[in-house]
């Protein structure tokens, strides 16, 4: 899946070969537009909106997937009506949101709370005890990437985050995008949203260390609250460390980012590489279309005026 300025494209190879594509244009609203300008709040709007649309996208590529495998006489399989299909897209939209929001809970709470069942009765520097905390939550992370991406489904989903990453990094360098130049390049990408998982640990770490806390369950409610604030400075450390990426001393910021990759992309084959440029051409079609849009649009309401 690529996201441009105007408009996200998904690709899937069907069982048959051919390439399939789901097109999406970018929605906005004044409401929107206007979180999205507010420093530290457009973290959590900008999160918030990408598990969605991610959500949707990956039902896409989860039906295709049905499709290929379905028994063409059994009408229980049979594709659903466009309303039902909507109602579908609205509910994994839902679910894709609650994931994201269950899966912070957790991945903040579980640490919080066998750091202080584990260390609290031996160490009582705040900053010790966050440090501790998350070095557990880090050793959770990596031994969850690791577990899940030993299954063959999740390698896959992997190789093909890699392939995204090789074709990004192709465009940037100028290069024509085939499938031959595109795998000469690293999986690896400074932008990727892997570096804010990472930064959102390290935040973790340095914000904590200014709270108190009154036993294991003050410690865990106390993390949750301050959650939001922890996404909300990760996200603009994020944007912070691609802003400086080609300072040579600054660079090194979004190191830890380009290692937690190592586990969250794998390299693609040439074929998995083929359908991330499709992905990638088409959405700049689909952002090259909307873009000469917008330019009529202005010219006519000059004219007019």
Not at 87 to 104: A, C, E, H, R
Not at 108 to 116: D, G, M, R
Request: charged content about 20%.
């Amino acid at each position: 899946m690529f996201g441009g300025q105007h408009a996200q494209v998904t690709a899937v190879r069907r069982k048959d070969g051919n390439i399939e594509l789901f097109e999406c244009k970018k929605k906005t609203s004044p409401t929107l537009n206007f979180l999205m300008k507010i420093p530290f709040l457009r973290g959590i709007v900008a999160i918030i909106a990408a598990s969605a649309s991610g959500a949707k996208h990956l039902q896409f590529a989860t039906e295709q997937y049905d499709l290929d495998h379905a028994d063409p006489d059994d009408p229980e399989q049979a594709p659903s009506s466009n309303q039902s299909k909507w109602m579908m897209i609205l509910g994994v939209t839902l679910v894709g949101i609650l994931s994201f929001l269950f899966g912070k809970v957790l991945f903040t709470a579980v640490p919080a709370f066998l750091a202080s069942v584990l260390f609290d009765r031996f160490v009582q520097n705040l900053v010790i005890q966050s440090l501790l905390e998350g070095v557990i939550k880090t050793l959770l992370l990596l031994s969850y990437l690791w577990l899940i991406s030993q299954t063959p489904m999740i390698k896959r989903l992997f190789q093909y985050h890699g392939a995204e990453h090789k074709v990004i990094t192709a465009f940037e360098h100028g290069e024509e995008l085939t499938v031959t130049n595109v795998q000469k390049y690293s999986t690896l990408h400074y932008r990727c949203g892997s570096s804010f998982i990472i930064l959102s640990i390290i935040v973790g770490v340095i914000v904590y260390s200014f709270f108190s806390y009154d036993g294991v369950w003050d410690r865990i409610v106390t993390r949750l609250l301050l959650l939001p604030a922890v996404l909300g400075i990760s996200y603009e450390l994020l944007r912070l460390t691609n802003a400086v990426r080609d300072v040579p001393v600054l660079t090194y910021l979004g190191y830890p980012g380009l290692w937690l990759q190592k586990l969250t992309t794998k390299e693609p084959d040439d074929t998995q590489v083929e359908v991330a440029i499709h992905a990638f051409v088409r959405m700049r079609e689909l952002d090259a279309q909307e873009a000469r849009q917008h330019v009529k649009q202005a010219s006519q309401l000059v004219h007019s005026s």
